[in-house]
């Protein structure tokens, strides 16, 4: 079974800080993917960014950017400029690549706040 | 382009009663996954409906069961509710093919209670 685990429950930096959350994950599969979910405290969660384990490439979207250790199973989020609407909990989840059901297994979370 | 959307928003309920939950996909999405998410924890995965069948089952008991409809919206179901089924409940909808992962969308979810 695949686990994941964010060893960080909280975080805070200031706004405009550079920030990183870690997440490292337990598989033997060798295709798969890997996500990072934000839930602000108004609970909706929120795709952050999305790696697949082929791609050496890492993943960017704007000021996320992730660092992908396929060998070392690890995978963290690196937040940019922070911003006061940075403030959630952010999961790291793991999802095989496979035919049919796809279920998400997801990290205990991280709490980050971004102070002003 | 309407999301996830979910039903109700709160809900208080005692032990021993049942409960019925929805979930309407987001447009153009037939899969619906179900998640568990009890407070300061991440979410568990409880089940997947495609085509109108249960596909993939989490590590819940026959307590929880569920329906997809025709039009891909869905229900869970939990029976003899117990304590710990207190938690908030998140429907996320997905259109994966031939393999290829399609990122789940999340809706608002469920917060339940049980006294």
């Known amino acids: ?116 | 382009d309407a999301g996830v959307t979910q039903s109700p928003t709160h809900l208080i309920k005692t032990r021993g009663q049942q409960v019925t939950l929805r979930c309407s996909p987001k447009s153009g999405h037939d899969t619906v996954s179900w998640y568990q998410q009890a407070l300061g924890q991440g979410p568990q995965f409880i089940f997947q409906y495609y085509e109108e069948e249960e596909r993939q089952r989490g590590n819940f008991p026959d307590r929880f069961s569920g329906h997809q409809f025709p039009n891909y919206s869905s229900e869970l179901n939990v029976n003899a509710l117990l304590l710990g089924d207190s938690a908030l409940y998140l429907c996320a909808s997905s259109r994966p093919r031939g393999g290829r992962v399609e990122t789940q969308y999340f809706g608002p979810g469920t917060r339940l209670l049980v006294l």
């Open chain 1, 1 to 116: 079974a695949q686990t994941v685990t964010q060893s960080q429950p909280e975080m805070s930096v200031q706004e405009a800080e550079t920030v990183t959350l870690s997440c490292t994950y337990d598989t033997s599969e060798n295709n798969y993917y890997l996500f990072w979910y934000k839930q602000p405290p108004s609970r909706q969660m929120i795709l952050v960014i999305r790696q697949e384990a082929y791609k050496q490439q890492n993943a960017t979207e704007n000021r996320f950017s992730v660092n992908f250790q396929k060998a070392a199973k690890s995978f963290s989020l690196k937040i940019s400029d922070s911003q006061l609407g940075d403030t959630a909990m952010y999961f790291c989840a793991f999802m095989k690549r496979l035919q049919g059901a796809q279920k998400l297994v997801f990290g205990q979370g991280t709490r980050l706040t971004i102070n002003p």
